[in-house]
T-cell receptor
């Protein structure tokens, strides 16, 4: 199935460092979502973006909806050990009938934080 | 407000058997979507139900089916299980409107032996 290009695949960083990851698509999306997943759990919604150019923060997390509607990025500032996990981007477009389409996911960015 | 509840959390089945997984969405949410997560393929969309009707469908064989009840609870069924069906099955609930955020359950870990 269709997937987004998410990079990097993995990151090993020192506690306190900032983190940046992004997703790109060949298709236009109406919504971009960022999730975090920890082992044995389902993805947890971090940030949702609805408009091109929108910049939204959630604590130390900041995400932006790209102007072209084909990309999005997520920044985590001053990382801490509990930021460890896999971060997924997801794009959503509307169907021809106007209803919301399904989520298309990136393959994830695995974040490791060294104390 | 209770989150999305999936049951059971873990299942072990034998090839050829069939299995039914259950998902109770967040109260007030009318859309339930199902996803399969595997290390190789990542998160793949199976289907979405909205107000008891299948609204979207992914590219999975007909062995994968689902339904939604009037209280928005949903079940998915996999018949004639294959080894490759081993995966984490996740359901997500949303209001179902444009831009409605999708919230996931903890998933059901299915192992086919």
């Amino acid at each position: 199935g269709q997937q987004l290009n998410q990079s990097p695949q993995s990151m090993f960083i020192q506690e306190g460092e900032d983190v940046s990851m992004n997703c790109t698509s060949s298709s236009i999306f109406n919504t971009w979502l960022w999730y975090k997943q920890e082992p044995g759990e389902g993805p947890v919604l971090l940030i949702a973006l609805y408009k091109a150019g929108e910049l939204t923060s959630n604590g130390r997390l900041t995400a932006q909806f790209g102007i072209t509607r084909k990309d999005s990025f997520l920044n985590i500032s001053a990382s801490i050990p509990s930021d460890v996990g896999i971060y997924f981007c997801a794009g959503q477009a509307f169907n021809y009938g106007g209803s919301q389409g399904n989520l298309i996911f990136g393959k994830g960015t695995k974040l490791s934080v060294k104390p | 407000k209770a989150g999305v509840t999936q049951t059971p959390r873990y299942l072990i089945k034998t090839r050829g058997q069939q299995v039914t997984l259950s998902c109770s969405p967040i109260s007030g949410h009318r859309s339930v979507s199902w996803y399969q997560q595997t290390p190789g393929q990542g998160l793949q969309f199976l289907f979405e139900y909205f107000s008891e009707t299948q609204r979207n469908k992914g590219n999975f064989p007909g062995r994968f089916s689902g339904r939604q009840f009037s209280n928005s609870r949903s079940e998915m069924n996999v018949s004639t299980l294959e080894l490759g069906d081993s995966a984490l099955y996740l359901c997500a609930s949303s209001l179902g409107d444009r831009g409605g955020d999708a919230f996931f359950g903890q998933g059901t870990r299915l192992t086919v032996v």
